[in-house]
């Protein structure tokens, strides 16, 4: 007997009607003689609308109290899935976060599971029980509510499946798995049986947006292998494994795009120790993250500081980095918010030669001007206008052969 | 500096601009020097709305499920309510029933509290909060969450009152307090100052429906004064308290009525023991209230039963009663569900000669026919027709002169 960790999105339980499809997706695979935990979100936009009525009585919601009140949405979905699995004439029970044992800091709307404790689980699951979870929650050592924040049920998920040494952790969700390459951008692309961790983040941070890369790395972290496939079709999906980077060493597997880009450049800044960090450690402050950094190579103690920030965040890091380019005595600065990144991710990569010469080719011969490079150990990056981002991704897609994955 | 234990119902907290001046009631309280814990019920039709969404997946959903569906209401009301006083400047945090310390036994949907550990609201009230309190719920020892089923958001103000030792229970509704008789009935009802515990539950169960039996009788156990006001006016409303009986020995107090009544007479019946129980049994197994019984002074051993049940009762008790008239010989049963109560109430009433004289007199000058009379110490109840209601209790209120209450 297996016992397997499920997780199911928003959009998957977003009515009763597809509240009663999971419940006997549930049950067919308890049928099959698993274990079953299960995760669930809120239904449908329920988080949202919530949201909205903590607006309508504070222009800026106590995180505490925002936290608790999240919190019921995935009460609401978990206990619905219950009853619909009970009335399939399945044993069932739902637990909150507190209840299924996650435990965590009180960084409120984004608190980090600290441990779980799966007793409870453990106990429901002797007395037959499939056990549904709300998902995106836990609770402070003084037994105060908090969320996750983004990626929270995939989280909850994984973190249960790893602390239940579950077999697998499948998470069901609005694609089929993950493909080559975004599938509206390139008709040719297919979908990966398997892939890595390392090559899964990469993908994710840089577009794909299929599995949060918190439950990636927690994946990662625990050697829990994670299945992504659709909750509306019965195709195998895609898992997220260890073993698939030793079988595919060396080959690009997929393409990434993100065009939440914006570009700052700072011009003249002198080029002395200190200067660096006079820039970044207030962005870092105000929770901007900052991607990709150049820095020209310095003539006459000159040079030019380029960076990227997520284009939502453009003018809240203007507005910090223009008074710091007076107080270091730069002349000016220039931003680009037109620009998108594409990727080619691939384990070992990097130290295989040949692969960003590719990469910078295929470019080229669709006439696409390469305006930064950034690189990681299985990732090869380009950030380019983003107009030209479909045939950029179709472009790379060929030349690295990926319809034949 | 008095605590105050405050319980705002559903329609008072019905949307977000009620929300807001509910709000504003709290923090005028709080500026006026007091502690404040304050207990909310869901908003408006939220809990009618949840079990619409049950019964959409359940033909009959599980009710430790539904108990924890159902509790999400008052979470989403808490703490929205928490963030409208924080965004007028005040200090304050939601609990749920748990994290207030309301322990409950296992019976879901109709769970009792079995006590109440202060020590959270304390601590909260400590450091300066205004404490929200989600009503309706508890936790078992097992910490699932069960509701305490009608009346429940009273209850749990005024076990908190008691637990905490408040100075006062203040319950704001959508009635201005107690009146001497149904204000929509007799235009003269006035509203009474102060009332005794007892006295409330004879009004409250004949009929008033302004506070749940549960909450007065809890009341009453532990003496705690209970304030019953508007939430949407500034009138004073009415104290239930133990003082009032002594002030107002020997005196009627208020006219009370029921139109949800049903008459069950079983003609015939074998006058011999056991008889009773054989009719009344199986009605307490399926739940069904047995109210006035009234057995006809025997001849030759045959006797005529009536008694009455809740009107929304009727078909389920028949289904019930039919069978056992045949077991036990009985001639055949007659149903009545054209009839109402109409009741007076009064400490010590029944120790004082000529008060159900004067309330006989009374129904017999407007020509109104009495079907059935039960008593209790504080009150006497006369079973009438329905639709001379209006004319009895008016009738009544005059001959007890309550309009100079």
Redesign the interface.
């Known amino acids: 007997m297996a016992l397997i960790v499920q997780k199911y999105g928003g959009s998957s339980v977003a009515d009763?009607e597809k509240?009663?499809s999971v419940?006997r997706r549930i049950a067919r695979a308890k049928d099959e003689g698993n274990q079953l935990v299960v995760v669930v979100s809120a239904m449908g936009d329920t988080t949202d609308e919530?949201i909205r009525?903590?607006q309508?009585?504070?222009?800026?919601?106590?995180e505490?109290?925002?936290d608790?009140?999240l919190?019921?949405g995935e009460?609401?979905s978990s206990?619905?899935?219950?009853?619909?699995l009970?009335?399939l004439g399945y044993k069932a029970?739902?637990l909150?976060g507190?209840?299924a044992g996650i435990q965590t800091d009180s960084s409120y709307s984004q608190a980090r599971i600290l441990r779980v404790d799966p007793q409870r689980i453990l106990a429901e699951l002797e007395k037959g029980n499939i056990v549904i979870v709300a998902g995106f929650q836990g609770v402070t050592q003084d037994?105060?509510?908090t969320t996750l924040g983004r990626g929270g049920s995939d989280t909850t998920a994984v973190a249960l499946a790893a602390s239940l040494n579950a077999e697998v952790c499948q998470i069901y969700t609005d694609v089929e798995g993950v493909y080559t390459a975004d599938p509206r951008l390139v008709s040719e692309a297919t979908k990966l049986k398997e892939i890595g961790y390392e090559e899964m983040l990469e993908l994710a941070s840089y577009g794909a947006k299929i599995l949060h890369p918190r439950a990636v790395e927690l994946g990662g972290l625990y050697d829990m292998p994670i299945l992504v496939a659709s909750s509306f079709s019965d195709s195998p999906g895609t898992l997220i494994c260890k073993e698939a980077s030793m079988e595919v060493r060396n080959k690009a597997r997929g393409i990434a795009q993100d065009t939440n880009v914006a570009k700052i450049t700072v011009i003249n800044v002198p080029d002395h120790p200190g200067i660096a960090a006079a820039i970044f450690e207030p962005l870092a402050k105000a929770n901007i993250s900052v991607d990709t950094i150049v820095q020209n190579a310095s003539i006459e103690n000159i040079t030019d500081l380029t960076f990227t920030v997520a284009r939502s965040d453009l003018v809240k890091a203007m507005s910090i980095v223009e008074p710091v380019i007076k107080s270091i005595g730069a002349k000016r600065c220039v931003t680009d918010s037109t620009l998108a990144k594409v990727s080619i991710v691939g384990t070992g990569m990097q130290n295989t030669p040949g692969y960003a010469a590719r990469m910078f080719r295929a470019l080229y011969e669709q006439g696409i001007n390469i305006q930064l490079i950034t690189t990681s150990e299985i990732r090869i990056t380009c950030i380019i206008a983003e107009d030209r981002v479909k045939d950029a991704v179709q472009a790379l897609h060929k030349a690295f052969e990926l319809e034949i994955a």
Chains 1, 2 share one sequence.
């Open positions: 009763s509240i009663k419940a919530l009525m903590a309508q009585v504070s222009e800026q919601p106590d505490r109290e925002l608790m009140l919190s019921t009460l609401i206990t619905l899935l219950v009853m619909a009970e009335s029970v739902s909150t507190g209840q037994m105060d509510i």
